[in-house]
């Protein structure tokens, strides 16, 4: 066991061994569950220590059944095959007794490419969970952070050294399986168009092409923005020309790289939720394609207004505005002032007396009561 002194008294291992299995630090093990009736947990080892006392402890980064996990409206995900694993960036130091024993675990870029099970079993990973936004990510997007876009390509690159298929695939052809894959989960019905009918009335790419800032970051996230918006837009309203679609989206960018753009990872993840709320919340996309959301607004959203499409402040408003009560009326004309039209306030039980009717101006505003009409 090779180790490195820490200042903190605590010192690096390379890996560890029990009385049955070895363990390296990058290696997938199975965590013994917490109740007896659960599965055990799954994760990666990132690091171990080792502290004065000889305890060692270990840097756990886990990987979830989809079956452990939720969106955030409390939906189950849709697994690919019964051995898929979702990648997460969630952390958490255990003791080194928790460890059970190593698994195998396969990154592939697209369906086409998991594994055959009789010749290369272990779990397989497709997507990558968040589980601060509860949302997927496709192990094969570009955007993640700088240090977590490196662990990934690692992860994926051993996986091709193990099973020796070419990464060097065609672009198109991955891009596809992977939009066919995401169309099936979301259950798009095979009626609706996955892109506006009347494309060919106008040049996307052309609309897209003068709305590019020359920055390679900013230009991906933007493109990646309209391609998919566009399409909630049309689902939203057939009225949405791709013109006004792009315009808000510019605006939008705008607002973020305004706010974000000294820190480019911050400005990546936040493209993303947007993007992603955007595709999910129709409502969210109209209002901000219609002009009803300012752009800057909407960057500043919170994950639950980016959720329901709206700010906290409307629907506290939308709360504390009072609701019209309707009003029966009947032909009874008012002891005051002779008017002929009376509202009428249903029937009223009063304590001790008969029922009756509670009736009152329209005119005047005079109420009384009246046991019969």
Known sequence: MSTSEMSSGKSYCNSFKNKKFSFDVGDPTFIAPDGVNEKPKIAIIKHITEDSDGELMVMCQYLYRPEDVADRYGRMWQRYDDRELFYSFHQQEIPSVCLMHPCKVHFVPS?????????????????????????????????????????????????????GYDMEMKEEKAEYSLEEAEIMEEEVEENQPHIPVEEDAYDIDAILAKALTGDDVRDKCLGLLFEEINCTAYRASRDHHPKVVMSALVALEKACFRTRGENLAKYQQKMRQLRFNLKSTVELARRLIDGELEASAVVEMTAEELRKGCLSAEEKA????????????????????????????????RPGRAAGYQLECLKCGKTWFSPRL
């Open 318 to 349: 939308a709360k504390e505005e009072p609701e019209e009560q309707h009003m029966d009326t009947a032909d009874i004309p008012c002891p005051r002032c002779s008017e002929k039209k009376v509202g009428l306030h249903s029937n009223i039980l």
């Open 111 to 163: 369906v086409d490419k998991v594994p055959v099970r009789t010749q290369h079993p272990g779990f397989i990973v497709l997507r990558v969970y968040d589980h601060e936004e509860q949302v997927l990510w496709w192990i094969t997007d570009r955007d993640f952070e700088k240090h977590k876009q490196v662990e990934i390509d690692h992860h994926l690159l051993k996986t091709q050294q193990l099973l």
